[in-house]
């Protein structure tokens, strides 16, 4: 046999056993007997398919947030001096010390650290069309992460949240943080979690910004500013579907921010119904309605089970359909 025949036979038999990952475009060589969604991709450890993923060239905030998130937004901006009093915090407070206290306590995720990590964290950048910002790794036992910034957007994880997460589940809570860049919520968001840590009272005896914090609890600042906070999740979660093109996705996700590792036993569409349940009750009983608004009212984010119901009413709306066609 010819060098060159033989030479494209064994490019057509690696390219026979070779699949691009839908998500970040590596390719990968797979057995014989590969099947969609039984292998993961080398690179960003997602599952490989033969699916199109697709990444959305000129996505608006306004194609996907959510309406309770731009009236409260409306709302807030409507309260007269406040852009000026949050600068003013954010300049006391330091958005530097923020990102000092990130490089010296976390670990900084880059290509050569924790690269599946950042792998995602490009799928979910190129798939909503926003730069990389700052990406960390926080010991945090609480199941959480974080958006925050001024000048430059980070996003820090919590090990607490990473340990507990299987590959998919991680993608939407990285493009849930991501979502918040491309909402433009990241100044806003910055302020409340601010606002959050220094109201405890022996956290702002020692802050240098304890006065303003003062002014914006009298202004009724703060309380806009976590009101709107806890709506601007919802917004965020419907990105984090635009990215992972799966809505069980998220809802699996809720459901292990809600049950935690014992998930694994939790019948997942059961867990569905108690969602529909949820809504329904809301809805149409006008008690569980305030007791759920005023528990609400205590959590930076809202109930597990709620943002299921959001999610699901997003899909069933086909709003979510529109987008994809888009
Ligand atoms: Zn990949
Ligand atoms: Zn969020």
Redesign the pocket.
């Known amino acids: 046999m010819a060098k060159k025949e033989s030479d494209n036979q064994s490019a057509a038999i690696m390219e026979k056993y070779s699949v691009r990952c839908r998500y970040c475009g590596q390719k990968n060589s797979v057995k014989e007997d590969y099947k969609n969604n039984a292998a993961k991709c080398g690179r960003c450890k997602l599952p490989l398919s033969n699916e199109p993923h697709k990444k959305f060239a000129d996505l608006s905030k306004h194609d996907y947030v959510h309406p309770a998130d731009s009236k409260a937004l409306a709302a807030l901006k409507a309260i007269p001096g406040i852009d000026t009093a949050l600068k003013q915090l954010l300049k006391v407070t330091g958005e530097s010390a923020m990102r000092v206290s990130f490089m010296a306590s976390a670990v900084q995720i880059t290509p050569k650290q924790c690269p599946d990590l950042y792998a995602k964290l490009q799928v979910a950048c190129t798939t909503l069309g926003v730069d990389m910002p700052d990406f960390f790794l926080q010991q945090n036992p609480v199941v959480n992460?974080f958006?925050g910034g001024v000048d430059k957007a980070v996003i820090v994880l919590w090990t607490g949240l990473v340990e507990k997460l299987n590959e998919e589940e991680l993608l939407a809570v990285i493009a849930?943080?991501v979502?918040?860049i491309h909402a433009e919520?990241v100044l806003y968001?910055t302020a409340a979690r601010l606002i959050e840590a220094l109201m405890n009272a022996s956290v702002a005896a020692i802050v240098p910004g304890s006065d303003i914090i003062k002014f914006l609890v009298s202004a009724g600042i703060s309380s806009a500013l976590l009101a709107w906070a806890r709506r601007?999740?919802l917004s965020?979660d419907r990105a984090a579907l635009l990215v992972t093109q799966d809505p069980h996705i998220i809802g699996r996700t809720m459901m292990k921010l809600a049950g935690g590792t014992y998930a694994s036993k939790i019948d997942y569409d059961e867990f569905l119904n108690q969602a529909r349940d949820f809504q329904k009750n809301y809805d149409e009983n006008k008690l569980d309605r305030f007791w759920a608004d005023l528990l609400n009212a205590g959590l930076t984010?809202p109930f597990p089970i709620w943002r299921v119901s959001e999610i699901l009413k997003f899909v069933d709306s086909g709003q979510y359909n529109d987008l994809m066609r888009k």
């Open positions: 992460a958006t849930h943080e979502g918040h919520h968001l601007a999740e965020c984010h």
